[in-house]
């Protein structure tokens, strides 16, 4: 466990470092004078923005529950979510690392198996997909109609973001058509890594192959139920709507706050390809995001960078650090409980 945390503070502490180094790079003084003189009457409608976001993407973890009979209340399917990103924003990897633990959370609330809630946030997660893509094609055909002139750096940037959509679209289509392969084999990778687990942890006797493969299917079988259900499809894909635009919302008010009204279809385009970078190794994307949307700022909106710099450490601010702190608690809690 001390090793987990070391490793952890070890990340937030390269984060830290390539955030420092992004800022360094815009210019320090510039963009702390930007923040300086940052209109402080515009946070409480951006912690108001914020909470939408939180809410909405809540209510999707809520259908999905019910959907999969692990049916919790709104206010905590809107705490579970908290805690999931506070999972995500404090392990490398992001998402990656950090759903196992959303998974353990969800399943200690809901008192249902631990691949219930796995499958649930799982699920969750993969619906936000094709909203994102949405919202920020829509972003970039506004763009590209001429709301501002975009340079090629940008224009090859976005090539690349519809190569690598289809290349996830196409991943996860093949996936779950074959997934009695998938199934298949990640019993055959998780077997012997859970026999040694079991075999060296106190108190655990190592699984058994059924074992495994009874917890692989109860995860299968969660999501499919997910897919198959049209209208909790249509709920949580409509509040993952709602959410995205609500951080593209979030944004704007960031840089409305400096000083600098932008086109709203700028941000709508940069918050869900931005997002990308979420996938970089550091804890949430820490450092990477926010060079991402920095990059992505400057040619869409035509502000300066020290300007971009401000409103993207505003908007993290609000969406990076505000969750740590309401997620943390809920997680702090829903631990102590599991661990009981």
Same mark, same amino acid.
């Given at each position: 466990?001390?090793?987990?945390?070391?490793?952890?503070?070890?990340?937030?502490?390269?984060?830290?470092?390539?955030?420092?180094?992004?800022?360094?790079?815009?210019?320090?003084?510039?963009?702390?004078?930007?923040?300086?003189? *940052?209109?402080?009457?515009?946070?409480?409608?951006?912690? *108001?923005?914020?909470?939408?976001?939180?809410?909405?993407?809540?209510?999707?973890?809520?259908?999905?529950?019910?959907?999969? #009979?692990?049916?919790?209340?709104?206010?905590?399917?809107?705490?579970?979510?908290?805690?999931?990103?506070?999972?995500?924003?404090?392990?490398?990897?992001? @998402?990656?690392?950090?759903?196992?633990?959303?998974?353990?959370?969800?399943?200690?609330?809901?008192?249902?198996?631990?691949?219930?809630?796995?499958?649930?946030?799982?699920?969750?997660?993969?619906?936000? =997909?094709?909203?994102?893509?949405?919202?920020?094609?829509?972003?970039?055909?506004?763009?590209?109609?001429? /709301?501002?002139?975009?340079?090629?750096?940008?224009?090859?940037?976005?090539?690349?973001?519809?190569?690598?959509?289809?290349?996830?679209?196409?991943?996860?289509?093949?996936?779950?058509?074959?997934?009695?392969?998938?199934?298949?084999?990640?019993? &055959?990778?998780?077997?012997?890594?859970?026999?040694?687990?079991?075999?060296?942890?106190?108190?655990?006797?190592?699984?058994?192959? /059924?074992?495994?493969? @009874?917890?692989?299917?109860?995860?299968?079988?969660?999501?499919?139920?997910?897919?198959?259900?049209?209208?909790?499809?249509? =709920? *949580?894909?409509?509040?993952?709507?709602?959410?995205?635009?609500?951080?593209?919302?979030?944004? !704007?008010?960031?840089?409305?706050?400096?000083?600098?009204?932008?086109?709203?279809?700028?941000?709508?385009?940069?918050?869900?390809?931005?997002?990308?970078?979420?996938?970089?190794?550091?804890?949430?994307?820490? #450092?990477?995001?926010?060079?991402?949307?920095?990059?992505?700022?400057?040619?869409?909106?035509?502000?300066?960078?020290?300007?971009?710099?401000?409103?993207?450490?505003?908007?993290?601010?609000?969406?990076? !650090?505000?969750?740590?702190?309401? #997620?943390?608690?809920?997680?702090?809690?829903?631990?102590?409980?599991? &661990? &009981?």
């Amino acid at each position: 466990m001390d090793g987990d945390r070391l490793t952890t503070l070890g990340m937030f502490g390269v984060a830290l470092a390539v955030l420092g180094v992004v800022v360094w790079i815009i210019g320090a003084d510039e963009v702390l004078g930007a923040l300086g003189a *940052a209109d402080r009457s515009v946070l409480p409608v951006l912690l *108001a923005v914020v909470a939408v976001w939180l809410t909405a993407w809540g209510l999707a973890l809520w259908t999905v529950l019910r959907t999969i #009979g692990a049916p919790v209340s709104v206010p905590m399917s809107v705490a579970l979510f908290a805690a999931a990103v506070f999972s995500n924003n404090v392990t490398p990897f992001g @998402q990656a690392g950090g759903e196992p633990v959303s998974g353990l959370l969800i399943s200690t609330a809901a008192d249902s198996d631990y691949e219930t809630g796995l499958a649930a946030i799982a699920s969750v997660d993969t619906l936000h =997909f094709v909203p994102s893509i949405g919202l920020g094609i829509v972003g970039l055909v506004y763009l590209l109609a001429g /709301a501002v002139e975009l340079t090629e750096d940008l224009l090859v940037a976005a090539v690349g973001v519809v190569v690598l959509v289809g290349l996830i679209a196409t991943a996860a289509t093949l996936g779950w058509r074959y997934r009695d392969r998938v199934r298949t084999a990640i019993v &055959r990778f998780v077997t012997p890594i859970a026999h040694t687990l079991g075999g060296v942890i106190p108190g655990r006797s190592p699984p058994e192959r /059924a074992d495994v493969e @009874q917890r692989v299917d109860g995860f299968f079988v969660a999501v499919g139920r997910v897919a198959n259900s049209r209208r909790t499809v249509a =709920f *949580a894909m409509g509040c993952s709507a709602l959410g995205w635009t609500s951080l593209a919302s979030a944004l !704007w008010l960031s840089l409305y706050a400096l000083g600098y009204t932008v086109p709203f279809a700028a941000v709508l385009f940069v918050v869900p390809v931005g997002s990308i970078a979420g996938v970089t190794p550091l804890p949430g994307g820490l #450092g990477g995001l926010e060079a991402a949307f920095i990059t992505l700022l400057i040619p869409t909106t035509g502000v300066p960078a020290s300007v971009a710099t401000a409103g993207v450490l505003i908007y993290r601010g609000a969406t990076y !650090w505000l969750p740590i702190l309401v #997620g943390g608690g809920v997680a702090t809690v829903l631990g102590n409980r599991a &661990r &009981r």
